[in-house]
């Protein structure tokens, strides 16, 4: 860290002002790390922007913001830090309280916790006091949109602590019953208002969109153009988080379509897993050992775990094996003929089937079995 002085040093040099990226960029990018607490990032790329456009209006009011605010943050921050770390503590007491009720020297450790928790918390509303003071008295005097101004100030000094999100619940209030009085408004302040309280719904795309017809329409009685300028830096702020929650949108988009393409490759994979095993298991029951084989292979190459079509391969790969083996044939052949000597037909009809699916070329065994089946006829 080399704290916003040395920032301020190292960017009044020459050539800072090279290989600068677009002015869209950098200032998504400043606004990006001022929302983030991070006051360095934020100066050192609001200050590029500002050597490429010297009198870019919202470069210059987050320059001021971040300056003037610089010290205020770092010691909120601190005391944030250390405030969460009470509340863990508070948490830890309170768990082992639940297990020993009666142990006096806890309950006095978690009374001390719980003393100092308060005085963090006190010593952070004392700190976003001033800042929580001017947003009270504009809304002493109706006027809502230099409310929220500052607010927005004190915000992003502090966006979680309780007097923030407090304040923000009321000026919510305070803006949806102004609104509804909206024939007692200009048509530039409802614009304003309606910016506002879509902002504080995070819907910055309607935010940045009432602005932007808010500024269409001449500044008049009641909206001077120096409340505009002030408005610079929430409205930039409203339309780079548009562009991010745009980018976001588009990513999920196309993660969504990803998702969909991959689960119907899937589904598609399955639905001819399941075509193939179907197959398989029909050619498996009617003997034909190699339809079965080639459809359990399929399924083995789209699924090479598959259980069930590993199994039943292993069984025709070894039945198409026994089919294979000569000495099998010989062996039935021979003991068909022993059979038939003995005039037992249906006897060496069953030995000349075996050889015949061990060896089905065996032409010797062609021709007994032809010669026993007509027999087998005439009988």
Known sequence: MIGLLGVLGVLVSPSFAEDTPSPTLLLDQALTAYSAGDDETALT??????????????????????????????????????????????????????????????????????????????????LLGPYAQPVEEALERAELVQANLHWYRMHHLSPTAPMVTQTQAVLVSALQQRLAQAEELSAQERFLLDGWLAYHRGAFDAAAQAWGKAQAIPPGDQISAALFELMALPIAHAQAQHRAQATLTER????????????????????????????????????????????????????????????????????????????????????????YAHRQLEQARHEWELTLRFAPNHAKAQRALEKVQKELVLQ
């Open 45 to 126: 790329l609001s200050l590029r922007l500002l050597a490429a456009e010297p009198a870019h209006p919202v470069a210059q009011a987050l320059r001021y913001s971040v300056t003037q605010d610089h010290q205020h943050r770092l010691a909120l921050r601190a005391l944030e830090q250390r405030h969460q770390l009470l509340q863990e503590q508070l948490e830890r007491l309170a768990r082992q309280a639940v297990e020993r009720s009666s142990d006096t020297a806890l309950m006095a450790e978690r009374q001390r916790f719980e003393a100092a928790s308060h005085r963090r918390q006190a010593e952070l509303d004392r």
């Open 252 to 339: 999920e988009r196309a993660r969504q379509t990803q998702a969909k393409a991959a689960a119907a490759q899937r589904a598609a994979r399955d639905a001819a897993i399941q075509r193939s095993l179907r197959e398989g298991l029909q050619s498996y029951q009617a003997g034909r050992w190699r339809e079965a084989a080639y459809a359990f292979q399929e399924v083995l190459r789209q699924a090479p775990t598959h259980p069930q079509a590993s199994e039943y391969l292993a069984k025709v790969q070894a039945t198409l094996a026994q089919e294979r083996d000569p000495q099998q044939a010989e062996s039935h052949y021979q003991a068909g003929l022993v059979a």
